[in-house]
T-cell receptor
Framework: DAGVTQSPTHLIKTRGQQVTLRCSPK?????VSWYQQALGQGPQFIFQ???????QRGNFPDRFSGHQFPNYSSELNVNALLLGDSALYLC???????????FGSGTRLTVV | GDSVTQMEGPVTLSEEAFLTINCTYT??????LFWYVQYPGEGLQLLLK?????DKGSNKGFEATYRKETTSFHLEKGSVQVSDSAVYFC?????????????FGQGTELSVKP
C-alpha cells in the first residue's frame, strides 16, 4: 500500500518565480495538509484541503495557494518566491475524522 | 494560541542509556498529543500518540504519558540504540478548536553513540 507520494523531491528556483508542488495521499485518505519546515525548525501548518475546499489555513501569505482534485491529490503553489521560502515542504494525508496523519518525504525547495 | 515547547538539543547518549525528552504544551481545549520522529532526509513518522489525560502512548520501546496537571508529554525510552538517532518532534492537535492541524515543537535532535 503506497503511502504519501510527493514530487519533485528537490527543486531549485530563482527569486520571483512561481513553483508547484504535488502530493498524492495515502490510499483511502480524503484530507491533505501542507506544512513548511525550515532548517532546524518544526513543521509549520500552511493549509488543509478536504472535499476540494480549503478547510483551514495557517499564518501564511496569499502567495501560498493550493488545490485538491477529485482523486484527493493536491498541489501547493507559491508565487513570487522569496529566499525565505527555502524549506522542506511536507504533505500529510488523513481521514477527516481521524488523527492518523501520514507524512510524505517532502519536497526540498531552494530559492536562489 | 496553542503551542508546544521541547527541550533543546542536541542530546547525545551512549548506547543502552536512558532517554528523556521533555515536552510541555499550552492549549485552550483538550488536545491530542503526539511524538513524531524524523530520520535524516526523510519525512515525519508517527511514533506514538495519546488522546486524553492519563493515556500512555507506546511504540518500539518509547513511552509518553499525557499529564494534564503538568501540561506535559515527556518521551522516554529505557535503553536507546544507535538506530534511534533522529530528530524527535512533540506535537498537539486540538480538533475542536484547530480543525485538526498539528502544532509542532521545534524538535530535539538525538545522537546515540556506540
Amino acid at each position: 500500500d503506497a503511502g504519501v507520494t510527493q514530487s519533485p523531491t528537490h527543486l531549485i528556483k530563482t527569486r520571483g518565480q512561481q513553483v508547484t508542488l504535488r502530493c498524492s495521499p495515502k490510499s483511502g485518505h480524503d484530507t491533505v495538509s501542507w506544512y513548511q519546515q525550515a532548517l532546524g525548525q518544526g513543521p509549520q501548518f500552511i493549509f488543509q484541503y478536504y472535499e476540494e475546499e480549503e478547510r483551514q489555513r495557517g499564518n501564511f501569505p496569499d502567495r501560498f495557494s493550493g488545490h485538491q482534485f477529485p482523486n484527493y491529490s493536491s498541489e501547493l503553489n507559491v508565487n513570487a518566491l522569496l529566499l525565505g521560502d527555502s524549506a522542506l515542504y511536507l504533505c500529510a494525508s488523513s481521514l477527516v475524522q481521524d488523527y492518523g496523519y501520514t507524512f510524505g518525504s517532502g519536497t526540498r525547495l531552494t530559492v536562489v | 494560541g496553542d503551542s508546544v515547547t521541547q527541550m533543546e538539543g542536541p542530546v547525545t547518549l551512549s548506547e543502552e542509556a536512558f532517554l528523556t525528552i521533555n515536552c510541555t504544551y499550552t492549549a485552550t481545549g483538550y488536545p491530542s498529543l503526539f511524538w513524531y520522529v524524523q530520520y535524516p532526509g526523510e519525512g515525519l513518522q508517527l511514533l506514538l500518540k495519546a488522546t486524553k489525560a492519563d493515556d500512555k502512548g507506546s511504540n518500539k520501546g518509547f513511552e509518553a504519558t499525557y499529564r494534564k496537571e503538568t501540561t506535559s508529554f515527556h518521551l522516554e525510552k529505557g535503553s536507546v540504540q544507535v538506530s534511534d538517532s533522529a530528530v524527535y518532534f512533540c506535537a498537539l492537535s486540538d480538533r475542536g478548536n484547530q480543525g485538526g492541524k498539528l502544532i509542532f515543537g521545534q524538535g530535539t535532535e538525538l545522537s546515540v553513540k556506540p
